[in-house]
């Protein structure tokens, strides 16, 4: 397939102006005070919204 018409850059830059990276959220765990993402269940301890909702290995030391 050949490329008919050439976009110039304005064009190119307009669509490309929602591709970039945005900061992730973070917020800190109520129950452990780790920093963890917004809705998602917290890493360290399992809990979200006040329940257990993933069991947690303990670390080796």
Same mark, same amino acid.
Request: glycine share 10%; net charge positive; with cysteine.
């Given at each position: 397939m050949v490329v008919r018409m050439r976009h110039t850059r304005a064009h190119t830059g307009k669509r490309r102006s929602h591709h970039a990276l945005k900061e992730v959220n973070l917020q800190d765990c109520?129950? @452990? #005070? #780790? &920093? +963890? *993402?917004?809705? +998602? #269940? @917290? *890493?360290?301890? $399992? &809990?979200? *919204? $006040? *329940?257990v909702v993933r069991k947690v290995k303990a670390k080796k030391a």
């Open positions: 109520p129950n @452990c #005070a #780790a &920093m +963890i *993402k917004t809705h +998602i #269940a @917290c *890493k360290e301890c $399992g &809990m979200y *919204k $006040g *329940k």
